[in-house]
Protein backbone atom coordinates (compact mmCIF):
# COMPACT_ATOMS: atom_id res chain seq x y z
CA UNK A 1 0.00 0.00 0.00
CA UNK A 2 3.03 2.23 0.66
CA UNK A 3 4.32 1.37 -2.51
CA UNK A 4 1.16 2.45 -4.39
CA UNK A 5 1.01 5.83 -2.46
CA UNK A 6 4.93 6.71 -3.45
CA UNK A 7 3.62 5.90 -6.99
CA UNK A 8 0.44 8.05 -7.21
CA UNK A 9 2.38 10.93 -4.89
CA UNK A 10 5.06 10.69 -7.68
CA UNK A 11 2.51 11.24 -10.70
CA UNK A 12 1.06 14.06 -8.92
CA UNK A 13 3.91 15.57 -8.50
CA UNK A 14 5.31 15.23 -12.40
CA UNK A 15 1.78 15.92 -13.69
CA UNK A 16 1.90 19.41 -11.51
CA UNK A 17 5.54 20.17 -12.79
CA UNK A 18 4.05 19.61 -16.36
CA UNK A 19 1.36 22.26 -15.76
CA UNK A 20 3.80 24.29 -13.92
CA UNK A 21 6.39 24.44 -16.77
CA UNK A 22 3.69 24.60 -19.43
CA UNK A 23 1.69 27.96 -17.80
CA UNK A 24 5.52 28.90 -17.76
CA UNK A 25 5.64 29.31 -21.44
CA UNK A 26 4.70 32.96 -22.37
CA UNK A 27 4.23 34.31 -25.61
CA UNK A 28 6.59 35.86 -28.06
CA UNK A 29 6.78 39.44 -28.41
CA UNK A 30 9.57 42.18 -28.86
CA UNK A 31 9.39 46.01 -27.47
CA UNK A 32 9.06 48.34 -30.85
CA UNK A 33 13.01 50.51 -31.23
CA UNK A 34 10.93 53.65 -30.93
CA UNK A 35 10.56 52.68 -27.18
CA UNK A 36 14.80 52.62 -26.44
CA UNK A 37 14.89 55.24 -24.07
CA UNK A 38 16.59 58.91 -24.55
CA UNK A 39 19.67 59.43 -22.64
CA UNK A 40 23.39 57.88 -22.53
CA UNK A 41 21.89 54.08 -21.46
CA UNK A 42 19.16 54.88 -24.58
CA UNK A 43 22.37 55.57 -26.89
CA UNK A 44 24.53 52.62 -26.07
CA UNK A 45 21.47 50.35 -26.23
CA UNK A 46 21.07 51.82 -30.04
CA UNK A 47 24.39 51.44 -30.54
CA UNK A 48 24.55 47.67 -29.52
CA UNK A 49 21.38 47.35 -31.77
CA UNK A 50 23.39 48.99 -34.16
CA UNK A 51 26.88 46.61 -33.95
CA UNK A 52 24.29 43.68 -34.11
CA UNK A 53 22.68 44.71 -37.79
CA UNK A 54 25.81 46.08 -38.91
CA UNK A 55 28.74 44.15 -37.84
CA UNK A 56 31.64 44.63 -40.23
CA UNK A 57 31.43 48.21 -40.61
CA UNK A 58 30.73 48.82 -36.97
CA UNK A 59 33.76 46.37 -35.53
CA UNK A 60 36.06 46.42 -38.88
CA UNK A 61 38.86 45.48 -36.56
CA UNK A 62 36.99 42.47 -35.26
CA UNK A 63 34.97 41.25 -38.09
CA UNK A 64 36.48 40.20 -40.99
CA UNK A 65 34.29 38.17 -42.96
CA UNK A 66 31.10 39.64 -44.57
CA UNK A 67 28.32 38.34 -42.25
CA UNK A 68 26.25 40.52 -39.77
CA UNK A 69 24.82 39.04 -36.42
CA UNK A 70 21.55 39.45 -37.92
CA UNK A 71 21.94 37.84 -40.73
CA UNK A 72 20.76 34.62 -38.35
CA UNK A 73 19.07 36.69 -35.57
CA UNK A 74 16.80 38.10 -38.29
CA UNK A 75 15.55 41.69 -37.77
CA UNK A 76 17.64 42.77 -34.85
CA UNK A 77 17.06 39.19 -33.21
CA UNK A 78 13.12 40.43 -32.98
CA UNK A 79 11.50 37.26 -34.85
CA UNK A 80 10.20 34.34 -33.11
CA UNK A 81 12.60 31.06 -34.08
CA UNK A 82 15.16 32.63 -35.83
CA UNK A 83 17.38 32.62 -32.79
CA UNK A 84 15.78 36.07 -30.74
CA UNK A 85 17.71 37.30 -28.65
CA UNK A 86 14.64 38.23 -26.89
CA UNK A 87 15.00 36.75 -23.26
CA UNK A 88 18.30 35.44 -23.70
CA UNK A 89 19.35 37.68 -20.23
CA UNK A 90 17.53 35.35 -18.18
CA UNK A 91 18.86 32.39 -19.92
CA UNK A 92 22.76 33.12 -19.14
CA UNK A 93 24.82 31.56 -17.22
CA UNK A 94 23.95 28.21 -17.90
CA UNK A 95 26.26 24.95 -18.59
CA UNK A 96 27.69 24.13 -22.02
CA UNK A 97 28.22 20.70 -22.76
CA UNK A 98 30.33 22.00 -25.56
CA UNK A 99 33.26 23.30 -23.30
CA UNK A 100 31.75 21.55 -20.23
CA UNK A 101 31.12 24.20 -17.99
CA UNK A 102 29.45 27.42 -16.95
CA UNK A 103 29.42 29.74 -19.91
CA UNK A 104 28.33 33.66 -19.26
CA UNK A 105 26.47 35.68 -21.91
CA UNK A 106 29.18 38.00 -22.81
CA UNK A 107 31.60 34.75 -23.56
CA UNK A 108 28.35 33.17 -25.87
CA UNK A 109 28.57 36.22 -27.95
CA UNK A 110 32.16 35.53 -28.22
CA UNK A 111 31.82 32.18 -29.23
CA UNK A 112 29.20 34.03 -31.65
CA UNK A 113 32.34 36.41 -32.95
CA UNK A 114 34.29 33.29 -33.05
CA UNK A 115 32.54 30.76 -35.02
CA UNK A 116 29.52 32.16 -36.44
CA UNK A 117 31.16 35.44 -37.40
CA UNK A 118 34.48 33.35 -38.60
CA UNK A 119 36.01 36.58 -36.71
CA UNK A 120 37.75 38.20 -33.63
CA UNK A 121 36.19 38.77 -30.57
CA UNK A 122 35.95 42.10 -28.29
CA UNK A 123 37.10 41.44 -24.90
CA UNK A 124 34.45 40.91 -22.31
CA UNK A 125 34.66 44.80 -20.99
CA UNK A 126 34.68 46.23 -23.69
CA UNK A 127 32.53 48.85 -24.99
CA UNK A 128 30.98 46.94 -28.26
CA UNK A 129 30.40 43.99 -25.79
CA UNK A 130 28.96 46.61 -22.95
CA UNK A 131 26.34 47.63 -25.68
CA UNK A 132 25.45 44.95 -26.93
CA UNK A 133 24.46 43.32 -23.62
CA UNK A 134 22.78 46.89 -23.48
CA UNK A 135 20.76 46.07 -25.84
CA UNK A 136 20.14 42.00 -25.31
CA UNK A 137 18.84 43.06 -21.84
CA UNK A 138 16.75 45.93 -23.47
CA UNK A 139 14.64 43.42 -25.53
CA UNK A 140 14.82 41.22 -22.48
CA UNK A 141 12.86 43.43 -20.20
CA UNK A 142 9.57 42.57 -18.37
CA UNK A 143 11.15 38.18 -18.93
CA UNK A 144 11.93 36.98 -15.66
CA UNK A 145 13.97 33.94 -15.00
CA UNK A 146 12.06 30.74 -15.22
CA UNK A 147 10.00 31.83 -17.99
CA UNK A 148 10.57 30.15 -21.38
CA UNK A 149 9.51 32.22 -24.46
CA UNK A 150 7.59 30.88 -27.34
CA UNK A 151 9.55 31.12 -30.39
CA UNK A 152 12.84 30.51 -28.21
CA UNK A 153 16.05 29.35 -30.68
CA UNK A 154 15.22 27.63 -33.78
CA UNK A 155 11.76 25.39 -34.22
CA UNK A 156 11.96 21.57 -33.35
CA UNK A 157 11.36 20.15 -36.54
CA UNK A 158 8.86 16.74 -37.03
CA UNK A 159 10.93 14.59 -38.61
CA UNK A 160 14.67 14.26 -39.51
CA UNK A 161 14.96 13.42 -42.83
CA UNK A 162 17.80 11.90 -45.04
CA UNK A 163 19.12 14.57 -47.09
CA UNK A 164 19.66 15.01 -51.02
CA UNK A 165 22.39 16.95 -51.51
CA UNK A 166 22.10 16.86 -55.75
CA UNK A 167 18.66 17.46 -55.14
CA UNK A 168 19.35 20.59 -52.32
CA UNK A 169 21.93 21.70 -54.95
CA UNK A 170 19.02 22.24 -57.77
CA UNK A 171 16.68 23.55 -54.57
CA UNK A 172 19.61 26.04 -54.05
CA UNK A 173 20.05 27.41 -57.54
CA UNK A 174 15.91 27.58 -57.93
CA UNK A 175 15.05 29.42 -54.82
CA UNK A 176 18.12 30.66 -52.76
CA UNK A 177 20.77 32.17 -55.59
CA UNK A 178 18.74 34.66 -56.45
CA UNK A 179 19.28 36.65 -53.30
CA UNK A 180 23.34 34.37 -52.38
CA UNK A 181 24.72 34.01 -55.46
CA UNK A 182 25.00 31.20 -57.60
CA UNK A 183 28.41 30.91 -56.09
CA UNK A 184 26.71 31.45 -52.68
CA UNK A 185 28.59 34.39 -52.03
CA UNK A 186 25.78 37.38 -51.11
CA UNK A 187 25.25 40.30 -52.67
CA UNK A 188 25.38 44.06 -51.34
CA UNK A 189 21.67 44.94 -50.45
CA UNK A 190 20.15 46.62 -53.17
CA UNK A 191 17.37 47.64 -51.38
CA UNK A 192 17.74 48.89 -47.97
CA UNK A 193 14.39 49.71 -47.09
CA UNK A 194 12.98 45.80 -47.53
CA UNK A 195 16.37 44.11 -46.63
CA UNK A 196 17.74 45.78 -44.22
CA UNK A 197 20.10 43.12 -43.30
CA UNK A 198 21.50 42.25 -46.41
CA UNK A 199 22.05 39.05 -48.38
CA UNK A 200 24.71 36.86 -46.66
CA UNK A 201 27.37 34.79 -48.18
CA UNK A 202 27.10 30.85 -47.11
CA UNK A 203 30.02 29.28 -47.66
CA UNK A 204 33.81 30.48 -48.20
CA UNK A 205 35.90 32.60 -46.23
CA UNK A 206 34.05 35.62 -45.82
CA UNK A 207 31.48 33.26 -44.65
CA UNK A 208 30.77 31.22 -41.19
CA UNK A 209 33.36 28.49 -40.56
CA UNK A 210 33.29 24.84 -39.67
CA UNK A 211 32.26 25.27 -36.29
CA UNK A 212 29.37 27.55 -35.85
CA UNK A 213 26.30 26.43 -35.05
CA UNK A 214 24.64 27.04 -38.71
CA UNK A 215 27.25 24.50 -39.67
CA UNK A 216 25.21 21.37 -38.35
CA UNK A 217 22.59 20.35 -40.13
CA UNK A 218 19.70 20.02 -38.07
CA UNK A 219 20.17 23.48 -37.32
CA UNK A 220 20.56 24.75 -40.55
CA UNK A 221 17.10 22.38 -42.03
CA UNK A 222 15.20 23.97 -38.88
CA UNK A 223 16.18 27.99 -39.76
CA UNK A 224 15.77 27.25 -43.18
CA UNK A 225 12.22 25.89 -42.80
CA UNK A 226 11.33 28.39 -41.22
CA UNK A 227 13.02 31.47 -42.34
CA UNK A 228 13.75 30.95 -45.75
CA UNK A 229 13.45 32.66 -48.38
CA UNK A 230 13.27 35.85 -46.73
CA UNK A 231 10.55 37.24 -47.92
CA UNK A 232 7.99 33.89 -48.05
CA UNK A 233 9.49 31.71 -44.95
CA UNK A 234 8.00 28.44 -43.89
CA UNK A 235 6.84 27.70 -47.87
CA UNK A 236 9.94 24.95 -47.83
CA UNK A 237 8.99 21.10 -47.08
CA UNK A 238 10.79 19.43 -44.23
CA UNK A 239 12.56 17.28 -47.09
CA UNK A 240 13.20 20.07 -48.84
CA UNK A 241 14.61 22.26 -45.98
CA UNK A 242 17.28 19.35 -45.08
CA UNK A 243 18.00 18.72 -48.74
CA UNK A 244 19.33 22.36 -49.35
CA UNK A 245 20.47 22.45 -46.02
CA UNK A 246 23.04 19.65 -46.41
CA UNK A 247 24.46 21.16 -49.71
CA UNK A 248 25.00 24.52 -48.30
CA UNK A 249 27.02 22.80 -45.11
CA UNK A 250 28.78 20.92 -47.10
CA UNK A 251 29.90 23.58 -49.09
CA UNK A 252 34.63 24.96 -48.77
CA UNK A 253 34.57 26.97 -45.79
CA UNK A 254 37.06 28.10 -43.27
CA UNK A 255 38.31 26.01 -40.45
CA UNK A 256 38.13 26.34 -36.69
CA UNK A 257 41.44 25.02 -34.96
CA UNK A 258 40.50 25.40 -31.53
CA UNK A 259 37.64 23.01 -32.31
CA UNK A 260 39.72 19.83 -30.70
CA UNK A 261 38.59 21.41 -27.43
CA UNK A 262 35.00 20.85 -27.78
CA UNK A 263 33.05 18.46 -26.26
CA UNK A 264 35.98 17.34 -23.86
CA UNK A 265 33.30 15.40 -22.19
CA UNK A 266 32.04 13.63 -24.69
CA UNK A 267 28.16 14.14 -26.44
CA UNK A 268 29.59 15.98 -29.32
CA UNK A 269 26.20 16.13 -31.74
CA UNK A 270 25.59 13.91 -34.59
CA UNK A 271 25.14 16.69 -36.76
CA UNK A 272 28.51 18.37 -36.03
CA UNK A 273 30.94 18.50 -38.69
CA UNK A 274 34.18 17.72 -37.49
Not at 69 to 81: D, E, F, Q, W
Not at 183 to 198: A, M, V
Not at 263 to 271: A, Q, T
Request: glycine share 8%.
Amino acid sequence: MLRVLILLSCLLLASVSLVLAESDRIPFSAPEESSIPAGPQGDLIRRGRLILTDTPQQLPDYVHSRLRCSNCHLKAGTVAYAAPWVGVTTRYPRYSRRSAGEVSLPQRIQGCFRRSLNSDAPAVDSEPMQAIIAYMVWLSQGISDGYRLEGWGFPRLSENPQPDRQRGEQLFLDRCAVCHGKDGQGRLDETPQRYPYGFPPLWGKSSFNIAAGMARLHKAAAFIQRNMPFSSGGTLTIQQAYDVADFVIHQPREDYPAKIHDWPEGGKPSDARY
